[in-house]
């Protein structure tokens, strides 16, 4: 079994920065890609930024330049930088894991986190 638990969401003003983070837990052998995902009142999930077990990245283009994903192989973490939040950044944002639970099963599957919430508003 695998756990994502995601930390640090809350409430901020226009302008403001906050740091997701999510911990992977479990019967893991390799992460290869981890991601963030949000997903807004009546709209559908997205991806915000994501990167892989060598350290590439992407980002949807409405964050580029204001937020930064980065993570730590060693404890098998991923944190999501926000800066300048706008309003329309408000989601509950979603952690994600692409990844192997053994050495001897080459599957990969795919586990999420149970969501935080972020809210931009004066």
């Known amino acids: 079994q695998v756990q994502l638990v995601e930390s640090g969401g809350g409430l901020v003003q226009p302008g403001g920065s906050l740091r997701l983070s999510c911990a992977a837990s479990g019967t893991i052998f390799r992460i290869y890609t981890m991601a963030w995902y949000r997903q807004a009142p009546g709209k559908q999930r997205e991806l915000v930024a994501a990167?892989?077990?060598?350290?590439?990245?992407n980002y949807v283009d409405s964050v580029k330049g204001r937020f930064a994903i980065s993570r730590d192989n060693a404890k098998n973490t991923v944190s999501l930088q926000m800066n300048s939040l706008k309003p329309e950044d408000t989601a509950v944002y979603y952690c994600?894991?692409?990844?192997?639970?053994?050495?001897?099963?080459?599957?990969?599957?795919?586990?999420w986190g149970q969501g935080t919430q972020v809210t931009v508003s004066s």
């Open positions: 994600n894991a692409d990844l192997r639970s053994a050495w001897f099963d080459s599957r990969r599957n795919n586990y």
């Open positions: 990167i892989t077990s060598d350290g590439s990245t």
